[in-house]
């Protein structure tokens, strides 16, 4: 059974400081990562797309990619209350034509 | 412009009725897919359609019947509704569903309530 893991939470955090978030996948085959956002009510808004190992920055956000370890993770610098969410990692399935998506971490940005 | 629509953005029927929800991209993507997120907020994916043709077909009822009319369309129709059937259904779409996969976007919801 392909999974995405993620921890539940909530992670808490204050305004201004670094968020980091985990996932870790078991299809050695997945070549593509997700990460979304989902506010309480609303549909998931991707944020950052990751298919080589290492590090893509997309202003506030970095998303980081190890295969070796099949370790996928996002960092928030800055954070700030309006960041307080759901983010749901997924991964593409290496040998079918879907995503695999984790449970989501809830995230909150205390001020 | 709305890039993914759905329709309605409730539906609240009882047990037993016949319901359709619709989706549309202006995105031009090629694939459209159909997911329901339970209240423990597990995305789960129930259908997609590459160019009209049904590419996955999760274990899903065959209440549930997904039917698109052409790429920019693709509308879920649920028969015999049942109480387990209340979620919400996100409509999604991407440019193409080979690796690397483009991302998905997704539609606004369908919040079903089955009373």
């Known amino acids: 059974q392909k999974e995405v893991e993620q921890n539940s939470g909530p992670l808490s955090v204050p305004e201004g400081a670094i968020a980091s978030l985990n996932c870790t996948y078991s299809d050695r085959g997945s070549q593509s990562f997700f990460w979304y956002r989902q506010y309480s009510g609303k549909s998931p808004e991707l944020i950052m797309s990751i298919y080589s190992n290492g590090d893509k920055e997309d202003g506030r956000f970095t998303a980081q990619l190890n295969k070796a370890s099949q370790y996928v993770s996002l960092l928030i610098r800055d954070s700030q209350p309006s960041d307080s969410a759901t983010y749901l990692c997924?991964?593409?399935?290496?040998?079918?034509?879907?995503?695999?998506w984790g449970l989501g971490t809830s995230l909150g940005v205390n001020p | 412009d709305t890039a993914v629509s759905q329709t309605p953005k409730y539906l609240v029927t009882q047990m037993g009725n016949d319901k359709s929800i619709k989706c549309e991209q202006n995105l031009g993507h090629d694939t459209m897919y159909w997911y329901k997120q339970d209240s423990k907020k597990f995305l789960k994916i129930m259908f997609s359609?590459?160019?009209?043709?049904?590419?996955i077909n999760e274990t899903v009822p065959n209440r549930f019947s997904p039917k698109s009319p052409d790429k920019a369309h693709l509308n879920l129709h649920i028969n015999s509704l049942e109480l387990g059937d209340s979620a919400v259904y996100f409509c999604?779409?991407?440019?193409?569903?080979?690796?690397?996969?483009?991302?998905?976007?997704f539609g606004p919801g369908t919040r079903l309530t089955v009373l």
């Open positions: 359609y590459n160019n009209k043709e049904l590419i």
């Open positions: 997924a991964a593409h399935a290496g040998n079918n034509r879907k995503l695999i």
């Open positions: 999604a779409s991407s440019q193409d569903d080979r690796v690397p996969v483009y991302e998905q976007f």
